[in-house]
T-cell receptor, first 115, second 112 residues
Framework: SAVISQKPSRDICQRGTSLTIQCQVD?????MFWYRQQPGQSLTLIAT?????????ESGFVIDKFPISRPNLTFSTLTVSNMSPEDSSIYLC????????????FGSGTRLTVV | KQEVTQIPAALSVPEGENLVLNCSFT??????LQWFRQDPGKGLTSLLL?????REQTSGRLNASLDKSSGRSTLYIAASQPGDSATYLC???????????FGGGTRVLVKP
């Protein structure tokens, strides 16, 4: 299955600033998914990122707040903009692995605390 | 709209006891169901994936069953160990390349 390197693993940020999270995959994938997990909650999809096109956002998430880049088939970034304490969450990227060990694979997560 | 529910939300057992974790989903038109493990503050580790045409999958002490018609899956962990303490999440998706819909998770504590 695909291996995802996600960074940073954690950060503490001041309100009003922005943080960019990176995910690097060891193989080419068509779609990458970005999720948010608020404290004590399950995962909620933020957006789906295809290479060469704009990301598709889920209801409740907008591009101005969570801009996404997908410059090639192995890399994507998610930016959390103009942060507030309510943005404190774990952010995770995910890809679907094909072949023998298929299924969804997740990055190790970015634990964000906004103060 | 697909909804996934996991019961119980939390479970505490003594070491050696078998664990039974339940997952139910409202729309039986799923492609696959996947079980994950999450340690506190970390990402998700895939445990088992069951295709919609399968009834169960096994890996070591883990066994997952799927009854698509009734919208249920069960994850069994035999002879639990303290290292099994984590949150277990199930997720379904309707087609290849589609987003996952997650349950709320079951937080498991295995006491030595």
């Amino acid at each position: 299955s695909a291996v995802i390197s996600q960074k940073p693993s954690r950060d503490i940020c001041q309100r009003g600033t922005s943080l960019t999270i990176q995910c690097q995959v060891d193989s080419q994938v068509t779609m990458m998914f970005w999720y948010r997990q608020q404290p004590g909650q399950s995962l909620t999809l933020i957006a789906t990122a295809n290479q060469g096109s704009e990301a598709t956002y889920e209801s409740g998430f907008v591009i101005d707040k969570f801009p996404i880049s997908r410059p090639n088939l192995t890399f994507s970034t998610l930016t959390v903009s103009n942060m507030s304490p309510e943005d404190s969450s774990i952010y995770l990227c995910s890809v679907e692995s094909l072949g023998r060990n298929y299924g969804y694979t997740f990055g190790s997560g970015t634990r964000l605390t906004v103060v | 709209k697909q909804e996934v529910t996991q019961i119980p939300a939390a479970l505490s057992v003594p070491e050696g006891e078998n664990l039974v974790l339940n997952c139910s989903f409202t729309d039986s038109a799923i492609y696959n169901l996947q079980w994950f493990r999450q340690d506190p503050g970390k990402g998700l580790t895939s445990l088992l994936l069951i295709q919609s045409s399968q009834r169960e999958q096994t890996s070591g002490r883990l066994n997952a069953s799927l009854d698509k018609s009734s919208g249920r899956s069960t994850l069994y962990i035999a002879a639990s160990q303290p290292g099994d303490s984590a949150t277990y999440l199930c997720a379904v998706y309707p087609a290849a390349g589609n987003k996952l819909t997650f349950g709320g998770g079951t937080r498991v504590l295995v006491k030595p």
